[in-house]
């Protein structure tokens, strides 16, 4: 049972941002019922009907929307006096919730999530990957992790990786019986393993021709929807993709795969994690920020 206090009015507030009890619990790692229990509880006391609910949706009562209006700044003081003590304390715990592209996930876990991990033994990082782009807040995500440009402008963005390249690749054993690509042309003859795209359309390879970017429709046995099945099958001789350099970059050094075209790659990008400004920001998501800032400074 909770008790009064600043937990019920994390409830209400919860509950009217996502418009729904099952969404605030996963914000607030609760139950659902321990939702529902705490808002019941703190509308007995004030004797007042603070949401309306029906089988598909929550909605603010007129009481209920004068409530949240007043208490939304307050409660907003007190976690960040709160989290400033918690910020001295070098023991932070809890969970922290990322919306990922595999691919972005892959590229940062080394370099900064296993770190975070590393020095905050106490914090829980649970990340959700999936090629297409969701509404972080209304899904319950701290915070985002994409390619810069993908990121919504309404975000703030904290840049991780710079200048990440794509190239184009080939192993050994598909060279054997195939010759290297040396002009976009060529890609005719070429077996190309395609990308499928979140929303179902195949992705067209990037390059860049005479200072203009282009699309080239590559054709090929292979359609996957994963960079990490791509690298696979490129190794095992299946045809060309093209991939971020991140991916690659040991196996271009030591000889297993090939770069070809490369005087026709594409501008790089940048991998960005990102979160919602206006909200209330954990402490958990404060210190992978601090810790972004700090791997930036030192590299």
Not at 26 to 37: E, F, G, K, R
Not at 182 to 202: K, N, S, Y
Request: proline share 6%; with cysteine; net charge negative.
């Amino acid at each position: 049972m909770y008790k009064s206090g600043l937990i019920e009015l994390e409830v209400v507030l919860a509950v009217a941002r996502r418009r729904g009890f099952r969404a605030a619990a996963i914000d607030l790692n609760m139950s659902t019922t321990a939702v529902s229990n705490a808002v019941a509880s703190l509308e007995a006391r004030l004797g007042a009907r603070l949401f309306h609910r029906t089988t598909r949706s929550v909605s603010l009562t007129e009481a209920g929307q004068r409530f949240v209006d007043q208490i939304g700044p307050a409660v907003s003081h007190i976690q960040n006096a709160m989290e400033t003590v918690l910020q001295a304390n070098p023991v932070l715990t809890g969970t922290l919730r990322i919306n990922s592209s595999l691919g972005a996930a892959l590229m940062v876990f080394q370099p900064v999530l296993l770190k975070f991990l590393q020095r905050y033994p106490g914090m829980t990082i649970d990340i959700t990957t999936e090629g297409k782009m969701v509404d972080i807040i209304a899904e319950g995500f701290d915070a985002g992790l994409r390619p810069s440009a993908r990121v919504p402008r309404d975000m703030i963005r904290v840049p991780i990786m710079q200048n990440v390249q794509m190239v184009v690749v080939g192993s050994p054993c598909y060279f054997a019986s195939h010759c290297e690509p040396v002009v976009l042309e060529d890609l005719v003859d070429q077996a190309c393993i395609r990308a499928r795209l979140p929303d179902g359309a195949l992705s067209p390879w990037e390059f860049v021709r005479e200072g203009q970017p282009m699309t080239a429709d590559v054709h090929g046995p292979l359609v996957l929807d994963t960079p990490v099945l791509m690298l696979e099958a490129v190794r095992q001789g299946v045809g060309l993709a093209q991939l971020p350099q991140w991916y690659v970059r040991n196996e271009l050094v030591d000889g297993r795969l090939i770069e070809v075209l490369a005087q026709w790659a594409p501008a790089a990008f940048d991998l960005s994690l990102y979160y919602a400004g206006h909200r209330h920001i954990p402490a958990g998501l404060r210190a992978l920020i601090d810790l972004i800032h700090e791997e930036a400074g030192s590299s």
